[in-house]
């Protein structure tokens, strides 16, 4: 092996990045004193982008194709150092590897309840969760926002960073969209969009973009979606007493049971016959009497009260009343008031006291002309 082999040896010649990982955003290529061969070959794959950094400032970007590091290719780098050798020289220089793919289900979510006010129900207090998908836009921009100088930068490393806005902006969007707890669910995709509209412009200052944000839950208390449980529960259930009526009747044919239960009910029923017959039977069959009915209760006795001249006098039992009616201290358009009475009546409307007037004839018509 001759010198010149050696040599050419001793630097690489090809630079590619092939990640495996799936949470790796940027990775930079690693060479002792980070010296490039001139003329080596960089291949950018599709969903990368190679950020060139020479001695300290941001030289060129390549998207994905195959390159020739030579000075005719790289013209920026070529105005900030003069190299000497024809421009043949190796040269020291930083290569980052941006991937410029989607970064999928990566979740989000409330830490804190949101307070907002809803027409219904009031303030109330909301969570909400969901998935996001996040790609590099501009890498020289996230390079020199974000990354600096990390030779491996994970996702890991600013996902905290990315929920943190993305729960302000939906805070923010879901108080001032005014959407009601029941019609939330109908508009998830609505809101998702909103928010993702909101923080579009913050992201774009990292160099980041939100291709995709969804919104999986909006939830309320468990105490609160305990009562709407319940309420909702018995808006299906309707009519009390028929839905109790149906659960007994599902009780007793669960299990085979109300085939069971069902004669054992005749047969309680037919023997209580059985045994009221023969209690009215003598000991040879001789039908015997009957006890007699007990009577019903006598009448409660009402006592009135009578309005006259804006004084209540009484009470008087009705015997009384009969014998004002006949003495015409009591009128049929006299007002009478007794316990369990809705207000003061004329005379004549209670039935109980019209018949103390059919006894008496009318007030005579008026004279003729």
């Known amino acids: 092996m001759g010198i010149f082999d050696f040599l050419s040896g001793e630097f690489i010649d090809v630079i590619h990045w092939t990640d495996s990982t799936r949470d790796t955003m ?3 290529f690693e060479r002792e004193g980070h010296e490039i061969k001139y003329g080596a070959k960089l291949t950018v794959r599709e969903g990368q982008a190679a950020v060139f950094v020479h001695e300290g400032q941001l030289a060129d970007v390549f998207t994905p194709g195959l390159y020739m590091l030579e000075t005719n290719n790289m013209p920026i780098m070529t105005t900030l150092q003069h190299w000497d050798h024809g421009f043949r020289s190796p040269f020291k220089s930083e ?3 941006v991937n410029t793919t989607r970064f999928n289900d990566l979740k989000w979510g409330t830490k804190n309840p949101i307070i907002c006010r809803d027409p219904e129900f009031g303030p109330v207090r909301l969570r909400a969760f969901g998935t996001y998908s996040i790609k590099v836009s501009d890498p020289a921009k996230f390079l020199v926002e974000i990354v ?13 960073q990315i929920r943190n806005i993305l729960v302000q902006e939906f805070s923010r969007t879901l108080a001032r969209a005014g959407i009601p707890v029941m019609d939330m669910a109908a508009n998830t995709r609505e809101l998702g969009q909103l928010v993702g509209k909101e923080i579009a412009a913050q992201l774009a200052e990292y160099g ?5 944000l969804y919104i999986e839950n909006i939830s309320l208390p468990p105490a609160v979606e305990e009562v709407m449980d319940k309420r909702s529960s018995m808006g299906v259930i309707g009519n009390l007493n028929e839905y109790m009526q149906f659960q007994a009747a599902e009780a007793l044919g669960r299990e085979g049971a109300g085939a069971g239960a069902i004669q054992a009910g005749l047969g309680a029923g037919l023997g209580m016959q059985i045994g009221h017959a023969a209690a009215q039977q003598g000991p040879w069959g001789a039908r015997t009497a009957s006890p007699a009915a007990v009577p019903p209760p006598p009448p409660v006795e009402h006592v009135w009260h009578v309005a006259e001249n804006g004084q209540t006098k009484g009470p008087y039992s009705k015997a009384a009343l009969g014998r004002m009616a006949a003495d015409g201290a009591l009128t049929r358009q006299s007002l009478v008031w007794t316990p369990g009475q809705d207000g003061w009546m004329r005379a004549e409307d209670v039935a109980e006291l019209a018949q103390l007037f059919t006894v008496l004839p009318p007030p005579p018509p008026p004279p003729a002309p």
Not at 149 to 159: A, L, Q
Not at 208 to 212: H, R, S
């Open 208 to 212: 980041l973009a939100m291709p995709e």
């Open 148 to 160: 600096g100088t990390d030779g491996e930068f994970t996702m890991d490393e600013i996902s905290f």
């Open 26 to 28: 940027v990775w930079r």
């Open 95 to 97: 290569i980052y590897f």
